[in-house]
């Protein structure tokens, strides 16, 4: 088994999504201007909306759709907190974003994943 070096620590195997989850989280404790967050949270939801934007020849959605519900799954395991500064990260993306359609999309990508979901109160 081989080890690797994960948000500062030696783990013996890949990174479970729990391992990922536990660093996202921490990262996402420091604060909503870190840059390496900002731009973790820009990755995501470009690529989120990027598939979303697809063409259905272009990209199968029988193929990506499970990739977007595990994405809402591990995020689903983030506190609530955690959702919503990342849901503000994304909109902050959507603000410098040019492209109208792909700005809509963006706004509306927390909102599919269910980062501010009405019963996290």
Do not use: K, Y
């Amino acid at each position: 088994m081989s080890s690797i070096s994960w948000s500062g620590r030696v783990v013996e195997a890949a990174p479970t999504s729990r391992t990922v989850l536990r660093a996202f989280s921490n990262l996402l404790e420091d604060t909503v201007t870190d840059p390496l967050l900002i731009t973790l949270a820009d990755a995501l939801a470009n690529l989120v909306v990027s598939i979303d934007l697809s063409d259905d020849d272009d990209v199968d959605p029988d193929v990506c759709v499970p990739w977007l519900e595990d994405v809402a799954a591990t995020l689903n395991q983030l506190s609530a907190e955690d959702r919503h500064r990342l849901a503000r990260i994304i909109r902050e993306v959507a603000a410098g974003e040019s492209d109208t359609r792909r700005q809509a999309a963006l706004l509306e990508t927390p909102d599919h994943f269910g980062l501010e979901d009405s019963d996290d109160a």
